[in-house]
């Protein structure tokens, strides 16, 4: 009986520890994913910048 019980114990406890380990790993994989957003965003405007400070001083490529 008390190795059926400790058993039980470990099974639960086990499973509680599984879903925090889970529960975090998914925290900061959520973190990652709008740290990377945010960083990927200010690319995108920097290239936007880039392109037309680029247009805008090598008109003559561009035809206008």
Known sequence: MLVFITTVI???F???F????VRLGIRHGIEDVEAHRAQ?????QLAVHQDRTFA????F???S
């Not at 599984?18 to 380990?21: A, D, M, N, P």
């Not at 805008?56 to 008109?59: L, M």
């Open 18 to 21: 599984l879903y925090g380990v």
């Open 10 to 12: 470990l099974y639960v």
């Open 14 to 16: 086990g499973f509680v």
């Open 61 to 63: 490529l561009t035809g």
């Open 40 to 44: 990927m965003a200010r690319a995108e």
């Open 56 to 59: 805008r001083e090598n008109a």
